[in-house]
């Protein structure tokens, strides 16, 4: 037992011997909205985790809340421990996932006391943040804020299509082998390049996606991999779900020196028909649209395919309980980011506040040479304005709550913060260069490891 919460909840880790009422459990807590059914992907997924089949998570690694009168689960936690890269820096991540309670238990803090545990986990294996895929709102209430692009791409219409192109000469698609993995991992590699924050996979990782997972399991995804002339050329990733008739897309990649154009001709007629297979014995009966959501706002598929419907975008919750050990970990990409940028070479500091706590930043001849916890002093004299200041006592720029996650993820710009957080202050022009050429919006492509 980790804590007696009183009134006879014990929470607890968990062992292999609870995996079938665990997966249970949650198929029946994280039913979709309002849905009549269990979920059994979600109870899949559940028991491939607690058959330790997922390379870095245990069954241990699972927090319980049981009432020890019935022995029943009131409430659980999953703490998937991944590594992520932030601009090409490996970075420790623990994803807390597959999060529920049974209703006649809600509003206790039971969730609450398993983040306490879990954040403790997660602290002791050195990860730098904690991300989820979560409902809105709730997971703000645990120190998180909702800071890396999730979504946002475009959607096709089987009805806009007409008849589905015949692919290109010399173009085949077939299923995704383990003999594969390696040239996945290398092509996954590029498509990681350009988001700012990735998941990589290396071969291994790679055969897990392609066979660890249990069919069912709702992290499971199909890869197909598209061939020209015999020769690998890229693959494509969808869900195994076709959520209102619509196949989700989750990856689509494409070799250096490949037509991405011809690509996508040879990809749309394969992809229609594993929809058509998921959505059979479904409402819609067929598949009626291709979702690329997954994709993000910017995709190189964009820029070869003019997409007229698109979905609004979600975020991914971050939390950073250490900034300035963050940004420390991250100092190879924040010195990437300031050589390549009109600041190139500054010497100087940079001091942040976030109201209750702070950063401060130096640099000298474009290196970083300290990033310490900084907070403001409340000594200093008169109303704060936001106006420039000689006393080095003020910040040179003020981020209120958790906003700054926003920036430092890329999912907002600047100018786009302070618009809609007044108490976003950037006090200098200097400050404001500095700022932008650090932390610029960009694109973040995050496929979690779970
Ligand atoms: C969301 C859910 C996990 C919350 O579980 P819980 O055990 O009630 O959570 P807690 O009591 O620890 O919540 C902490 C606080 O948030 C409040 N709260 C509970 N559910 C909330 C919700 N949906 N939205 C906002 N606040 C909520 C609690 O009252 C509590 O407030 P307090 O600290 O002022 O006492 C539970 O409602 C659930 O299982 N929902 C269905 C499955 C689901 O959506 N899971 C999450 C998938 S990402």
Redesign the pocket.
């Known amino acids: 037992m980790i804590r007696d919460l009183g009134d006879g909840l014990v929470l607890r880790a968990a062992t292999a011997a609870d995996g079938d009422t665990l997966a249970a459990f949650v198929g029946d ?2 039913r979709v909205q309002d849905g009549d059914e269990p979920n059994r992907h979600l109870a899949a997924w559940t028991r491939d985790l607690q058959q330790a089949r997922h390379p870095s998570f245990r069954p241990g690694d699972t927090t319980l809340v049981t009432d020890t009168r019935t022995g029943a689960i009131a ?1 659980c936690l999953h703490l998937i421990s991944q590594t992520w890269t932030y601009g090409g820096v490996p970075i420790g991540v623990g994803q807390p ?7 006649a ?11 306490d545990v879990v954040h403790g986990w997660s602290a002791e294996r050195g990860h730098r943040m904690q991300a ?4 809105p ?3 703000r ?1 645990f120190g998180y804020e909702l800071a890396i692009e999730r979504g946002g791409g475009p959607r096709v219409r089987r009805d806009a299509l007409g008849p589905l192109p015949l692919p290109p000469p010399g173009w085949r698609v077939r299923p995704a082998t383990v003999e594969d993995a390696p040239l996945l991992a290398e092509q996954s590699a590029t498509a990681d390049a350009r988001g700012l924050v990735s998941v990589p996979r290396d071969a291994a990782l790679w055969r897990y996606e392609l066979a660890g997972h249990s069919a069912d399991s709702a992290p499971r995804r199909e890869v197909r991999i598209l061939e020209r002339d015999g020769e690998p050329a890229g693959y494509v990733a969808s869900g195994i779900e076709a959520f209102g008739g619509a196949l989700v897309v989750t990856a689509f990649e494409v070799r250096p020196g490949v037509s991405w154009r011809e690509a996508w001709t040879a990809a749309l007629a394969p992809l229609f028909e594993a929809g058509d297979a998921l959505a059979a014995g479904t409402p819609a009966g067929r598949c009626i649209a291709l979702s690329f959501w997954l994709l993000g706002r910017d995709h190189p598929l964009y820029r070869v395919v003019h997409f007229q419907e698109r979905d609004d975008g979600y975020a991914l919750y971050a939390r950073v309980s250490d900034v300035p050990a963050f940004l420390r970990a991250v100092t190879p990409a924040l010195e990437r980011r300031l050589a390549v940028s009109a600041c190139a070479g500054h010497t100087g500091s940079l001091t942040l506040g976030f109201y209750r706590a702070g950063v401060r930043l130096a640099f000298e001849r474009g290196k970083v040479t300290a990033i310490e916890p900084w907070t403001v002093d409340v000594d200093v004299r008169g109303i704060e304005f936001g106006r420039p200041s000689s006393d080095p006592r003020r910040p040179l720029a003020m981020f209120p709550d958790l906003t700054f996650l926003q920036l430092l993820y890329g999912f907002r710009a600047l100018a786009e913060i302070e618009a809609a957080f007044p108490d976003c202050i950037v006090r200098t022009g200097e400050a404001r260069a500095l700022l932008e050429a650090l932390f610029p919006k960009a694109p973040s492509s995050v496929w979690p490891m779970v």
């Open positions: 807590v994280l409430s996932e597959l999060i529920g309670t049974r209703p238990y809600r509003g206790r803090g039971l969730v609450r006391a398993q983040f989820i895929a979560g409902i709102w709730f997971y209430q």
